[in-house]
């Protein structure tokens, strides 16, 4: 997700999204698998605490790229 990409149609959202769920998934799925199969409660409310702030930060960066540009109110 540091990379910056132009994203001009629907589908170019689409790819975007499919990358970053993909990133999301490898880096934080396995964590709350772990978690849910080795772990305490605590490791496993902080793994999905990460993974809700990984999907959140993705939503956020979209958001903040819909924005640069745009005319302020």
């Known amino acids: 997700m540091d990379d910056s990409i132009k994203i001009d149609n629907r589908g170019d959202f689409g790819l975007w999204a499919i990358e970053v769920a993909k990133q999301i998934v490898s880096e ?4 709350l698998a772990r978690a ?3 772990g305490t409660d605590d490791e496993l409310r902080v793994a999905g605490n990460a993974l809700g702030q990984a999907i959140t930060n993705a939503l ?3 958001y903040d790229g819909l924005l640069e540009g745009a005319p302020e109110e």
């Open 28 to 31: 934080q799925g396995f964590e």
């Open 60 to 62: 956020i960066e979209v």
């Open 36 to 38: 849910a199969r080795d």
